[in-house]
């Protein structure tokens, strides 16, 4: 298989030309049940905890499924910078 170098440089990078725009909140959906799941997560909060040592834990457990939960449910955000954008949402 004889590809240009540029054309495989683009495969390999998966295509790097294409900017996504950012999230807004529209673009998110079911947000109102977070507000019923984070009282049934919130016993995870200190799941883990006992094991940093260092005392310096900034995402807790409870956190983590929510932000795993809105990708799950919301085919916009595709990526962990996806997530992070959504997260500065909430």
Same mark, same amino acid.
């Given at each position: 298989? =004889?590809?240009?170098?540029?054309?495989?440089?683009?495969?390999?990078?998966?295509?790097?030309? =294409?900017?996504?725009?950012?999230? =807004?909140?529209?673009?998110?959906?079911?947000?109102?049940?977070?507000?019923?799941?984070?009282?049934?997560?919130?016993?995870?909060?200190?799941?883990?905890?006992?094991?940093?040592?260092?005392? =310096?834990?900034?995402?807790?457990?409870?956190?983590?499924?929510?932000?795993?939960?809105?990708?799950?449910?919301?085919?916009?955000?595709?990526?962990?910078?996806?997530?992070?954008?959504?997260?500065?949402?909430?």
């Amino acid at each position: 298989m =004889n590809l240009h170098p540029t054309i495989l440089s683009r495969i390999i990078v998966g295509m790097g030309s =294409n900017k996504r725009k950012k999230l =807004n909140e529209r673009d998110i959906t079911g947000l109102k049940f977070f507000d019923k799941l984070a009282p049934l997560l919130e016993r995870l909060h200190h799941d883990g905890c006992e094991r940093d040592r260092a005392g =310096n834990r900034q995402l807790h457990y409870d956190q983590y499924c929510m932000l795993l939960l809105l990708y799950l449910f919301n085919p916009i955000v595709t990526s962990l910078r996806g997530i992070q954008q959504a997260s500065e949402l909430m």
